[in-house]
């Protein structure tokens, strides 16, 4: 079995920075793309930040030049700058998992992120 736990959500004012964590635990797995999606009250999941298994990245337009997505092997870390009230969110990781070779999609069970104005 393999578990994405994430962690670092919290409450900060506009301006400020949160940094967002995602370990994959369990064994015998590989760990292809890396995603960070989020959730606002009432709107779709949506995908904020993108990271490959060779360190390219892609980011939503939205938080381009304030977020970055990083990684250490199976950790996916989400770096959150100059915090806009827009950007509160529950935030959820997830990734393509190659388990037993079957590859499937894991998700985490999400962080609240909360931006006060």
């Known amino acids: 079995q393999v578990h994405l736990v994430e962690s670092g959500g919290g409450l900060v004012q506009a301006g400020g920075s949160l940094r967002l964590s995602c370990a994959a635990s369990g064994s015998g797995f590989s760990i292809n793309t890396m995603r960070w999606f989020r959730q606002a009250p009432g709107n779709q999941r949506v995908l904020v930040a993108v990271i490959s298994s060779d360190g390219s990245t892609n980011y939503a337009d939205s938080v381009k030049g304030r977020f970055t997505i990083s990684r250490d092997k199976n950790t996916v870390l989400l770096q959150m700058d100059s915090l806009k009230p827009e950007d509160t969110a529950v935030y959820y990781c997830?990734?393509?998992?190659?388990?037993?070779?079957?590859?499937?999609?894991?998700w985490g069970q999400g962080t609240q992120v909360t931006v006060s104005s």
């Open positions: 997830s990734a393509w998992i190659n388990l037993g070779g079957s590859t499937s999609l894991y």
